[in-house]
């Protein structure tokens, strides 16, 4: 296989992994988070989903490798349609086609960088400060906007932003690290990296509270693929096949996919925020001790 299809084939079974996480994590709602098991299944899914989108990322571009990320909404529906026979509607298949239709056309159509595909460190650096500074003011947005539908677009546009930088840094870092290992690596790089995947984790759960899923989970999904395409066309030398009737394809087709997008957000299932998957169930419950023994166990926490 070329290294386009080894990104896509490691792009799907991250959205995979994301997608039975997300599984798992309705469970653990419905059972008051209160298994173990499941709530050390969540974590090790969601680990294993941004380990292959990070190694997916070594083989192919930005852009595609963001726009895949969306299959998560598809893969959701099979799944729920197991769980809840009948409960699927004809609008929700609807729309999962429309974003496989879209998203395949997106990747038919995409062309290999003639480069590395990756960031100088002066574009590095200017795109970190840069990203840094869009997604404060975001958030600054947010917090004065009355609105709670307002405030949870905002959040959620800052968060797509987040991790579609933080994306298109991790391709430099990878490719700076196949070059040099570990002594290529650039610290205020791997710094950047961090802080603005922690902002997107952290900006998206504040975006679901008060306003719903739908809205801002259509809105990280829109936002994170076109920011990181964007970029990816600017300075990472990404495009697409035939020139201006390639580029038109793909616009038309980023349209059919997003289309999609929203209308799958609208019907996916609230997932629980990360906070609440974090909390550890209760000892005495999982244990089945005695109430002195819950409350001890609580003073020991």
Do not use: C
Not at 6 to 12: D, H, K, M, Q, R
Not at 203 to 213: K, M, T, V
Not at 282 to 298: H, I
């Amino acid at each position: 296989m070329n290294a386009l299809q080894w990104a896509v084939l490691l792009s799907v079974l991250s959205t995979v992994s994301y997608a039975v996480a997300a599984v798992v994590q309705e469970r653990l709602a419905v059972r008051g988070h209160r298994s173990v098991p499941h709530w050390v299944a969540a974590l090790g899914l969601t680990g294993l989903g941004a380990l292959l989108h990070v190694v997916a990322l070594g083989y192919g571009s930005v852009g595609i490798v963001q726009a895949l990320g969306a299959l998560t909404l598809v893969l959701a529906l099979p799944i729920a349609a197991v769980r809840n026979p009948g409960r699927v509607t004809w609008r929700a298949w609807r729309d999962a086609g429309l974003t496989t239709a879209g998203l395949a056309a997106l990747t038919l159509l995409a062309k290999v960088p003639a480069g590395t595909g990756a960031l100088t460190s002066a574009h590095a650096e200017l795109l970190s400060a840069v990203t840094i500074m869009v997604v404060a003011a975001l958030a600054v947005a947010a917090w004065r906007t009355p609105s709670r539908v307002g405030r949870s677009l905002l959040l959620a546009g800052a968060a797509g932003t987040s991790f579609a930088i933080a994306s298109v840094l991790t391709k430099t870092a990878l490719v700076d690290f196949s070059y040099g290992g570990v002594r290529g690596l650039v610290l205020p790089l791997l710094g950047s990296i961090v802080l603005l995947a922690l902002a997107g984790l952290l900006l998206g759960q504040f975006s679901y509270r008060g306003a719903g899923l739908a809205a801002p989970l259509a809105m990280v999904s829109v936002t994170n693929p076109v920011v990181a395409g964007i970029v990816g066309i600017l300075l990472l030398g990404e495009g697409f096949r035939y020139g201006s009737l390639g580029a038109l394809l793909a616009l038309l087709a980023a349209l059919v996919a997003a289309r999609g997008v929203i209308g799958l957000a609208m019907r996916t299932p609230v997932v629980p925020p990360l906070d609440e998957i974090l909390t550890l169930p209760d000892p005495g419950e999982l244990l089945g001790t005695d109430a002195a023994a819950v409350s001890a166990a609580k003073r020991m926490r």
